[in-house]
């Protein structure tokens, strides 16, 4: 049959775009319900102390005010929040209550909720609590938490809730080993800086109960609402059945939104306990205390290679600030920063600790590319300190340690405990690194390193990285032949802002051969399918395409089956193309004539393979010597994504993806005071990346190796952009000055410091 | 509660407010023109950019009880009922929209720039779009749109000026 479509790979413009340019998108604040009431949360101001009084007389008294929720309403046991991937009893100690019950352990930490008719009478009631809180001793930083001094959970006796170990060969073998000059032996240590996603519409919520069926329905799902689901269920005490997630437009989800917040208990129960809709929306100063940190580590890492560059071993110790709590999906990014911390290099012995440290700061979680943004940082900045050191041109260095096409897959670092084990899928590393030194200029640009022009220091930096997607288990998908002869297509997937819809359309008119109109998308809410697993580790492409195509593979099936009877030949013989089923004999019956059961299909994938995109990035510099300023002359990325489903949403999500990297490499930082107040709350002092910021960025995508591990050939690439940002960055910095940055982000003091001192 | 009249997107409305209530509210919660989005409350993201009386204002930091006798423009009233307009296709064109929720606000910044000013130059239209805040797209797409958008407005200027 041959394919009369080919949506796959087109610039197909966006189908959201009709909506949400004409003020018509439907986020959660937008939904208004019939005798809705709004909450405020009343929140720790302590970072570490124990709840001596608490009383809510006067705030119950304000007029308008309905209800004022404390652990007391909630009930023994408060329930708390589990880890939603690789489960591990040992954190459970850690898991955050979804209320305050004696202990309060960071500023924000919810002590009560306020119900009213208004947001604004909520907010005024939040004044009328009377809260006394008695402060314990606060841990910051990780170095004051790991001496356990001061302690945020007594029962378990430490702050350090969990090491993962990643071994690969045998890395303290090499190191005994290496006893001659011929080796080169080299220990640092580096820190990325407290950071996080921050997304243009904060979190929200709606809960609605239904007293007389009791079913509970809330509004402002994203990310992984089955999952959600599965955890209120639980908490809240009703069967999944009884409890609907429903999503709608998502102003951006980058691993932050959509985790299980302590909110996500909070609003449906004060919905069912008031017995009317509750509306609750975050502001920004909320949004900044309270949603998911994260990127706060710092390692002591030593690299032995032998004098030509040949890296032999890396081994050693990370230490994650992991806040408060170990919330939903805390453990990835320590989890990745080890097992994938030698990138897309041939690195044959590994051993390094990633420990969680937990702390009386915001509890922390994935940040697109968790984990491996911190990593690249590391890894890259010891390559280059490393080559300066031995004389090695930097780009001689990784190629000489860059693994060959010949030897992928190749296995990554085995991980423990939980244990994982992973290979990278696909690639040729060293072309994209060859194409993007060619598209960059490098062996031009690289005779500005170190040169003062016109007052600033000019400088090239170059990194490679790989990126982890398509995460499994499985996804599904369900189709309909609607009366109308248009399909419906339901997908476990979720909307995120990453343009799900358009390339699930793509998808599905492909399999079906059926125009792009002719299929109409629903996703990333739990009343769609039986089970979904949503968007996160860039998945949502790979999994929710792939099951999208084995359900059409079984609609097809079924349209095939029912139109041979029909026909009277075999249904092996019958072409399907544009909503028609035609025999040999040129007989046609349109789909819609046939019997409806055969008009619906389901269709699951199922992998526990990740796919690697991968690539090389490079930036040139120039750094303002009396201010420290640095100014991003050119930044060019090359990437390789097995195959591209939109060529302009892809472009879309690197670019996005370098520009929030530039932001975590210069501007953004969550800055606490030595008291444990966060002194960022605010888009004023929290700095994102603007439009006059970074101009001059260019990326060229390729899809020269595709994933052996989906029928699409697809891998997922919505984070990679931002992978090696800060290591590129500091690479180029460290060649504009002569200096070894080591430390993010390179806010203007700091390179202005390095300069100086 | 305060009586407060105003014209927005060429209706005339009566609202009863609290005083103490922002336009952004009014527009969104009392008026249920949902197209104009909070991002900060704090006058930083430009997501609530409306025009009032011509000139883009963010709706978070003004009074719905300022606003007696003003006109006001929100998204819904520079959105045709069926096509897209040239601003807006050209912000569909070059994918200038991912999540979208700041997307009302860059239309209406941009649209009362080019109205202004329909030859702003890049740099210009960088700048001014320096006071909205987008975390998905890297800007990159948004200032190719707007310059992209500049030929229709520079039509509609020489228009109205013949």
């Known amino acids: 049959m041959t394919a009369l479509n080919s949506y796959v790979g087109q610039a197909v413009e966006r189908i959201e775009d009709l909506r949400l340019l004409r003020g018509r998108g439907q986020f959660v604040d937008d939904l208004h319900l019939d005798g809705m009431l709004h909450a405020a949360i009343l929140r720790s101001a302590i970072p570490h102390g124990r709840i001596l009084v608490l009383d809510t007389t006067a705030a119950l008294a304000l007029p308008g005010v309905v209800a004022v929720i404390t652990a007391a309403d909630v009930g023994s046991p408060i329930p708390t929040i589990p880890l939603r991937l690789a489960p591990q009893i040992d954190l459970v100690p850690y898991e955050q209550p979804v209320i305050a019950t004696g202990k309060v352990r960071y500023v924000g930490e919810p002590i009560a909720v306020v119900v009213a008719e208004s947001a604004a009478i909520a907010e005024d009631a939040l004044d009328l609590i009377v809260v006394e809180i008695g402060s314990l001793p606060p841990c910051v930083d990780t170095g004051t938490a790991i001496t356990n001094q001061s302690l945020l959970f007594e029962e378990t006796g430490t702050n350090l809730a969990l090491t993962y170990t990643a071994v690969l060969g045998d890395a303290a073998g090499a190191f005994a080993a290496a006893t001659t000059d011929e080796f080169y032996v080299r220990c640092e240590r580096l820190d990325t800086q407290r950071h996080t996603a921050t997304t243009m519409e904060t979190r929200g919520l709606i809960g609605q109960w239904d007293s007389k069926k009791q079913h509970l329905t809330v509004y402002g799902a994203a990310k992984v609402p089955f999952a959600s689901r599965a955890m209120l269920a639980r908490q809240i005490g009703l069967p999944e059945s009884s409890i609907d997630l429903i999503a709608g437009d998502v102003g951006g989800g980058f691993g932050m939104r959509g985790e299980f917040y302590p909110e996500d208990f909070l609003i449906p129960f004060a919905a069912r306990h008031v017995n009317r809709p509750v509306k609750w929306i975050e502001d920004r100063r909320e949004h900044l205390l309270t949603c998911n940190h994260a990127r706060e580590f710092d390692c002591e890492i030593e690299l032995l290679c032998r004098r030509d560059g040949t890296i032999l071993a890396v081994r050693g110790n990370v230490n994650g600030n992991i806040g408060a709590y170990i919330r939903s999906n805390a453990t990835i990014a320590p989890r990745n920063l080890a097992q994938c911390f030698s990138g897309p290099y041939r690195i044959p012995n590994i051993n390094i600790e990633s420990t969680m440290v937990v702390t009386n700061k915001t509890p922390t979680g994935t940040y697109r590319g968790p984990g491996r943004f911190e990593a690249d940082f590391f890894r890259e900045r010891m390559f280059d300190i490393v080559a300066d050191d031995l004389g090695i041109d930097p780009v001689a260095f990784r190629r000489r340690n860059l693994l060959t096409k010949d030897e992928i897959p190749a296995k990554l670092a085995t991980l423990t405990p939980v244990l994982s084990e992973d290979h990278l899928d696909s690639g040729d590393y060293l072309e994209t690194l060859d194409r993007c030194l060619g598209e960059f200029g490098w062996a031009e640009k690289t005779k500005l390193k170190g040169r003062l022009i016109g007052g600033r220091y000019h400088g090239v930096g170059v990194g490679c990285f790989v990126e982890g997607g398509a995460v499994g288990p499985r996804e599904n998908a369900r189709m309909v032949v609607e009366g109308d002869g248009s399909v419906s297509v339901y997908v476990g997937s979720t909307m995120v802002g990453q343009g799900l819809e358009t390339i699930c359309v793509q998808i599905a008119a492909d399999a079906l051969e059926l125009p792009m109109e002719q299929i109409r998308i629903f996703h990333g809410s739990t009343t769609y399918l039986h089970e979904g697993f949503g968007s996160f580790g860039s998945r949502s492409t790979v999994m929710g395409g792939s099951a999208i195509i084995a359900a059409a593979e079984n609609l097809k099936h079924n349209i095939r089956t029912a139109a041979a009877l029909r026909l009277n030949c075999a249904a092996e013989d019958i072409i399907l193309e544009a909503g028609l089923a035609t025999s040999p004999d040129g007989n046609v019956v349109r789909w819609t004539e046939l019997p409806p059961e055969n008009l619906q299909s389901a269709g699951t994938y199922s992998s526990n393979q990740r796919t690697y995109a991968y690539g090389t990035h490079a930036a040139h510099v120039a750094v303002d010597a009396k201010t420290g300023h640095v100014e991003v002359v050119d930044y060019v990325a090359v990437g390789d994504v097995g195959r591209v489903i939109n060529p302009k949403t892809l472009h879309g999500q690197v670019v996005g993806a370098i520009v929030q990297g530039l932001g975590s490499t210069f501007l953004e930082h969550l800055v606490y005071d030595t008291e444990g107040q966060l002194l960022t709350g605010s888009l004023a002092d929290y700095l994102l990346p603007t439009a006059t910021d970074y101009p001059n960025i260019r990326v060229y995508d390729q899809e020269n190796y595709p994933s052996p591990n989906n029928p699409l050939g697809a891998k997922g690439a919505g984070e990679g952009g931002l992978i090696p940002v800060g290591g590129v960055i500091a690479n180029a910095i460290a060649s504009a000055l002569g200096v070894q940055p080591k430390s993010l982000p390179m806010s203007p003091s700091r390179v202005w410091e390095l300069i100086n001192f | ?162």
């Open chain 2, 1 to 162: 509660m305060m009586n407060v009249a105003f014209d927005v997107n060429g209706r005339q409305v009566d609202v009863q407010v609290e005083p103490r209530i922002t336009l952004a509210d009014c527009l969104r919660h009392d008026l249920r023109l949902t197209g104009t989005h909070v991002g900060c409350e704090h006058g930083v993201c430009g997501a609530c950019t409306v025009m009032v009386d011509g000139a883009a204002v963010r709706s978070c930091l003004i009074l719905a009880v300022q606003m007696q006798d003003a006109k006001i423009i929100t998204v819904e009233g520079i959105s045709g009922d069926d096509a897209l307009t040239p601003l807006q296709a050209a912000f569909r064109k070059h994918f200038t929209v991912q999540c979208g929720f700041c997307t009302p606000g860059f239309l209406m910044t941009a649209h009362a720039l080019l109205t202004d000013e329909p030859d702003a130059s890049e740099e210009r239209i960088r700048d001014v779009l320096s006071g909205n805040l987008c975390r998905c797209t890297g800007y990159i797409p948004i200032i190719q749109a707007v310059l992209d958008a500049r030929a229709a407005y520079q039509n509609q200027a020489r228009s109205a000026a013949t």
